[in-house]
Structures are given as structure tokens and as C-alpha cells.
């Protein structure tokens, strides 16, 4: 059985965190503000610079549902004062990725280039053309533009051409042999 919703979050000093009556989450922070509503069986309060979770029955789902709600309050507290970022890298002969005022154009060897709309909350630099830092406050949202942007052109496992995350290690397979 996990243990994970019975643990405190601390609420560092640069962070305003508000719970209404009917379970609305708010916290705001350097980073941004991020805003969710508690599940009907989990409630919060905030004593002594800490959030506590409980929950209100004993079965099953509802304490799967009181560790999953502890992590995204910790995840939303921890986003709004640190951030998250996720990297990637583009490997493959003339592929590159150019930020475009709220675009990222992304030349992959198509026919065409592909123009990726940058979300609002979401932060993206690239370094030598090949680099591609993503970087918000929500968690979530920064590893589904980072698999959205994977997703143009997975990496292939007999030349290993394409978009990776960093440091992520790609099977590579031999190809045929001519007898």
C-alpha cells in the first residue's frame, strides 16, 4: 500500500498556495500560477507552511486518487517556484529546428517545413540548431510538447535519424546484407 498522500507538502517562502470550500487549488509563484480542482473525496488545508491531503473513505480508488492528488500538488508547488524542462535532441543529416516568433519550424527532410505552434505557458530555446530545450511550469503540459515534437519524426533504429530526448538510447538494428 503507498503512503505517498499522508506526506506533507512543504510550501517554500516565494509561493502563495489557496484552497477554496469546494476543493479549487490555486498556486502561484515566480514561474507562473497553475490552478486544479481537488477530487469530491479528497480535501486539503494548509497548516504551518505545509499542505495536507485527506481523504474521506477507505476504499480502493479513493486512495489511489489521495496519492495521485498529493504528486500533482507537489508537482504544481515545485513547477510554480523551480520550473521543469525537458531537452531534445535532432540527429540526422540537414535537420534543424528554428524558434519563429510563436512558432517552432522544425525542417526534418520533408517536402515542406513543419511549423509547431508554441503554447502560451510553454518556454522553447534551441541551441545549434539541433538542441531543443522546452521549459513551464506545468509539468504535464512540458512533456506533451516535448512527445507532440518527438512525434514528427521518431527516431529510427537503422540510421538513427530523427528527434530524441536527451540522453535516450536507441536500439540500433543491422540492415540487410547483399550475398
Known amino acids: 500500500m503507498s503512503r505517498v498522500g499522508n506526506k506533507a507538502v512543504e510550501i517554500p517562502d516565494k509561493v502563495k498556495v489557496n484552497i477554496d470550500n469546494d476543493g479549487a487549488l490555486a498556486v502561484e509563484g515566480p514561474k507562473g500560477k497553475l490552478n486544479w480542482k481537488l477530487p469530491r473525496a479528497i480535501s486539503a488545508k494548509i497548516d504551518n507552511n505545509r499542505v495536507t491531503l485527506a481523504r474521506s473513505a477507505e476504499s480502493r480508488s479513493v486512495k489511489a486518487l489521495h496519492g495521485l492528488s498529493r504528486s500533482l500538488v507537489h508537482n504544481m508547488i515545485q513547477g ?27 525542417s526534418l ?71
Open 80 to 106: 510554480v517556484s523551480e520550473g521543469f524542462s525537458k531537452s531534445l535532441e535532432i540527429e540526422g543529416v540537414g535537420f534543424k529546428a528554428v524558434v519563429q516568433g510563436s512558432n517552432l519550424n522544425l
Open 109 to 179: 527532410g520533408f517536402s515542406h517545413p513543419i511549423l509547431f505552434p508554441i503554447p502560451n505557458d510553454i518556454k522553447i530555446t534551441v541551441a545549434d540548431q539541433t538542441k531543443i530545450t522546452i521549459q513551464g511550469a506545468d509539468k504535464k503540459l512540458v512533456g506533451q510538447v516535448a512527445a507532440n515534437i518527438r512525434r514528427y519524426y521518431p527516431p529510427e533504429p537503422y540510421k538513427g535519424k530523427g528527434i530524441r530526448y536527451a540522453g535516450e538510447q536507441i536500439r540500433r538494428k543491422e540492415g540487410k546484407t547483399v550475398q
